[in-house]
């Protein structure tokens, strides 16, 4: 039996600058991570699938649900503020209900997987959404300098029509995406606040929750 891959929800905090041993300045983020909750263990006998579902953070009672609330008594836990499920394979030790998971189950692990939710930026247009270089600047263009240009015709169709091809860049709605980003350098931990202070930058806003995990490439 081998241990369960290292996982923990937290909010991120911003972003700073970190110096290593060696004096040397590296941009960083740093992650408020834990203490995380274990509310239920989920096992191929009675659900199908492994899996490991943490609560992260706490929420007033009367701003909850009660299906969360008396989710939580039973392991005698406040109403969380974010509930997740951490996949488990085959094999794996999974973690007993009740039980904490905070930064120090991070120690000795080099890189981590940070994922999150993009930061919303609304309806944008072509140049924004998918980098166009838009029109000309020049030459009587005039009101048209940030539009997409042609978006069908036939020739470009031949046979086929002239209307709109499938997956054509085009203004729309951006941001606001799950989005994973992989073998990010765990430059610090700090137990006593938990924090892991993480080399790079990482999906979301200040104050977004991320899950922050052992690198399933590199570890």
């Known amino acids: 039996m081998t241990s369960m891959a290292v996982a923990i929800l937290g909010k991120k905090v911003g972003m700073t600058r970190f110096y290593d041993d060696k004096g040397m300045a590296h941009a960083c983020t740093v992650v408020q ?39 939580a008594r039973k392991v005698n836990a406040a109403p969380p503020e974010v509930v ?62 940030r539009s997409p ?27 606001d995406d799950r989005r994973t980003v992989r073998n990010l350098r765990l430059l610090s931990i700090d137990a006593e606040r938990n924090l892991l202070i993480i080399r790079g930058a990482i999906p979301g806003c200040n104050g977004g929750v991320v899950m922050v995990r052992k690198s399933l490439v590199k570890g």
């Open 149 to 175: 240009g042609t978006i069908s015709g036939y020739a470009t169709n031949r046979g086929f029509g002239g209307d709109i091809k499938k997956g054509m860049p085009m203004a729309g709605h951006l941001g």
């Open 84 to 145: 997740r499920e951490i996949r488990a394979d085959d094999g794996e030790t999974l973690p007993d209900p009740g039980s904490q998971i905070t930064v120090a189950a991070f120690e000795g692990i080099g890189m981590v997987d940070v994922t999150g939710t993009s930061k919303g930026k609304g309806f944008t247009g072509v140049m924004k959404r998918w980098h166009f270089g838009g029109q000309c600047a020049s030459h009587g263009t005039e009101r048209k300098h």
């Open 33 to 71: 991570a834990g203490p995380c909750t274990v509310l239920q263990v989920k096992d191929t006998a009675s659900d199908g699938y492994r899996a490991v579902q943490v609560g992260f953070g706490q929420r007033k009672p009367h701003r909850s649900t009660k299906p969360i609330i008396g989710h």
